[in-house]
């Protein structure tokens, strides 16, 4: 008896620990499964209302949610990113910390290259914007311009990398323009609307270490960006929760 009442209370035991190990991962991975609950109810509208033949104004109004729950999100990335960076510069110590440093700068610099080299690859290769239909009224015209090149792909890169004004950089970015694909004519100093993030790091990290060289002086600054940073975070976790 005294065996059969162990090995089940041992069988007990195990059902408990197994049941609180499911139970914890599913608290600590709520966020996860409750994306993915969102992702298939999100398809099972979109797909349910698509059998209804909606209107405009109706998809307007169904987008309007996701649209604005994006817009809250992308609010907090660029003070999120840029406050941490310059307050992570702006802490690290050179003598402890300098390999550190120069390998985790590198290292932004590496990602976002690279990124722009696979971009500029892309765009030579699927050429976007030249296939595009001839307009009604010039149905004979030929396009003869080639559009962008990577030469002016590179130069809006090292433009954007290097900003002249530290507000600017925020709303506007460096971008040549074609103004006329039949000559191939070009813009080559034109400020396009968009958030300049290669700037933008390169503003944080400048600005970081200038802080780092200052020292006690510079305190004030890095506490406040410490305070937007702390903020934001907050701000962003109530978003996505």
């Not at 065996?3 to 499911?22: D, F, G, L, P």
């Not at 002016?152 to 460096?174: A, C």
Request: charged fraction near 10%; hydrophobic fraction near 45%.
């Amino acid at each position: 008896m005294s065996s059969n009442s162990s090995q089940s209370s041992y069988r007990t035991e195990v059902t408990a620990k197994s049941r609180n190990k499911c139970v914890a991962f599913m608290v600590n991975n709520w966020f996860m499964f409750a994306t993915l609950l969102g992702v298939i109810i999100g398809f099972g509208i979109g797909f349910g209302v698509r059998t209804t033949n909606p209107n405009a104004t109706t998809i307007t109004w169904i987008s309007m949610i996701g649209d604005i729950y994006l817009r809250v999100l992308q609010l907090t990335i660029l003070p999120l990113i840029t406050s941490n960076i310059l307050v992570v510069i702006a802490s690290l110590e050179p003598k402890k910390n300098g390999a550190i440093s120069v390998v985790g700068i590198c290292y932004i610099i590496v990602v976002n290259f690279i990124g722009s080299i696979i971009g500029t690859a892309c765009s030579c290769i699927i050429k976007p914007g030249t296939h595009g239909l001839v307009k009604p009224e010039e149905p004979d015209t030929p396009l003869v311009g080639s559009g962008l090149t990577a030469s002016d792909i590179f130069k809006d890169i090292f433009y954007n990398f290097f900003p002249d004004n530290i507000v600017g950089v925020t709303i506007f970015q460096y971008r040549t323009e074609v103004v006329n694909y039949t000559t191939n004519e070009k813009e080559g100093n034109s400020m396009k609307g968009g958030t300049n993030m290669v700037g933008v790091l390169f503003c944080a990290m400048v600005f970081g270490a200038a802080a780092n060289a200052v020292g006690e002086v510079a305190k004030p600054m890095v506490l406040f960006f410490k305070a937007v940073a702390a903020t934001v975070s907050k701000l962003m976790n109530a978003f996505l929760m």
